[in-house]
């Protein structure tokens, strides 16, 4: 009698990044509607309308975890909301402002804060699946990374201004602060910094998964 053999099992679709991208997509296209400025619109949200499609396009030869997935999503939508507003004009940091009596609208504060915390997954993800990084180098190494992309971000605000004149102003939300740059990256740092203490055993344990399940993906 000839043995049977049960077909292979197809890996399952990868049912939240779907849904995830077309929240971003959704979240994207309300944001530019209407957005008080085009320019800095397109300025704030450029990372998105880079990165999504990079992310789909690599997608077979390089699935993300879950966390990461999520992660990306929800900065892009703090990004879609800044560029809709303009960060020193978001409502809900108006509100934060006034309750707490802050001298500021703090948007931009937790737009960078995110800058350190859904970047340090992404680095760390990378890192971790790419090279042979691993143990007590991979969290310092993180972090600088996230300083780096930081600091770029700083110099790239810096030729706004240089370039845009006054025309810059609501893409630098600096809001009348001449610390405004180091207290970014201060803030980018804390969040990387955050980031790996708390999800860095639940990242372990996603890449660990994903390295032992095969991609099939359609």
């Known amino acids: 009698m000839t043995a049977v053999h049960p077909a292979p099992r197809r890996a399952a679709r990868p049912t939240l990044p779907v849904l995830l991208a077309g929240v971003v997509v959704v979240g994207m296209a309300l944001s530019a509607w209407g957005a008080r400025d085009r320019t800095t619109w397109f300025l704030e949200t450029v990372w998105v309308l880079i990165g999504l499609p990079l992310v789909v396009l690599t997608w077979r030869r390089f699935p993300l975890t879950g966390l990461l997935c999520g992660l990306l999503a929800a900065h892009a939508l703090v990004l879609a909301v800044g560029g809709h507003y303009t960060y020193a004009q978001v409502p809900a940091g108006d509100w934060v402002r006034d309750a707490f009596g802050l001298a500021r609208n703090p948007y931009d504060r937790f737009g960078h804060l995110m ?36 600091a770029c971000f700083e110099l790239l605000e810096w030729a706004a201004a240089e370039i845009g004149g006054h025309g810059a102003d609501a893409f630098l939300a600096t809001q009348g602060d001449v610390w405004d740059t180091q207290w970014d990256m201060f803030c980018a740092l804390i969040g990387a910094t955050l980031s790996l203490v708390l999800l860095s055993r639940v990242h372990d344990r996603q890449l660990a998964a994903l390295r032992d399940t095969p991609q099939r993906l359609v």
């Open 115 to 150: 800058q350190g915390f859904v970047p340090a997954v992404l680095v760390r993800e990378l890192l971790s699946r790419t090279s042979p990084l691993s143990g007590r180098w991979l969290a310092p190494l993180t972090v600088c990374a996230c300083l780096a992309f930081s």
